[in-house]
């Protein structure tokens, strides 16, 4: 064999090699990213609700906001892309959550059946629960509310919930739950007195209190686990951001704390409500889509479980 025709060969082989190289390179990217699209499509569409309504998976919780903070942070999460926004009539902002609603709808951002609306109702009167939830429709000038809480166990819990039941067979109110009930024994305390099981129990999850073995319990009855401070709250989000294996997750997938804690619960089947007064920490909520945690990284959040929650309530 000449030198000319060996080197004519190899560079052959060469240019076969790069060429194959190349191919599996690009089916390799192929391939990840229809995992990646397959991901986001699973995690931006909405959870099927026992009662046959559909629910967002992240929204803007509006805690401590309030007057017209209120109304621009809703307006600027719906032109975000958020469409679930929770509240309760506690928090005293109804009406200026639904000022924001309101003003996004009349700008063409979202319809009011895009949009998923939770407040909250305590269970401090068994006389006027029914007269409470007139009072949130007017506040929030709807004719319906997707989803009504009762916002804590109380003496009247259980009138409060048949008040809520009532307001289902009325058409107020579309789908109905509760918050702070922890165990599968103070779960099935309404439950077994229910003539609609909760479509959804909305609690205190994060990742130093996970309670999985809630949320296994509640997929017996269709039930999902919505998390209220998924970041700890107010005064403890640095003891979860600061946490050595988050802010090395951050860095390997170049996300912020925030954004790895958000994603790995809606890997784990939660909805979270993560709230804000900040426009820039509202939209990087929300920008959770573009990754996914390996599920050797979801074992590692999983472990910072404590049982550990920062609430009493």
Partial sequence: MTRRKFLSLMTCALFANIFSACGAENLSEKNSKEVHDMSKKILTEPVALNSGFDMPRIGLGTWKLTGIVAEECVYHALKVGYR???????????????????????????????IFVTTKILPDNHKTPDIAIDDSLNAFGFDYIDLMLIHQPGRWDEETYHALERGVQAGKIRSIGISNYYTPEHFDSIRNIARIVPAVVQNENHPFYQNRELQAYLKNFGTVVESWYPFGGRGNTHKIFGNETIQQLAEKYFKTPAQIVLRWQL???????????????????????????????????????????????
């Fill in 84 to 114: 679930l926004i929770d509240t309760a009539r506690y928090y005293r902002n109804e009406a200026n959550v639904g000022n924001g609603i309101r003003r996004a709808i009349a700008e063409g951002i979202a319809t009011r059946e895009e």
């Fill in 267 to 313: 890997q784990e089947n939660y909805i979270v409500i993560p709230g804000s007064s900040n426009k820039a920490h509202i939209e990087e909520n929300f920008d959770v889509f573009d990754f996914r945690l390996s599920e050797n990284d979801m074992s590692l959040m999983r472990a910072l479980n404590k049982n550990k929650r920062f609430e009493n309530w």
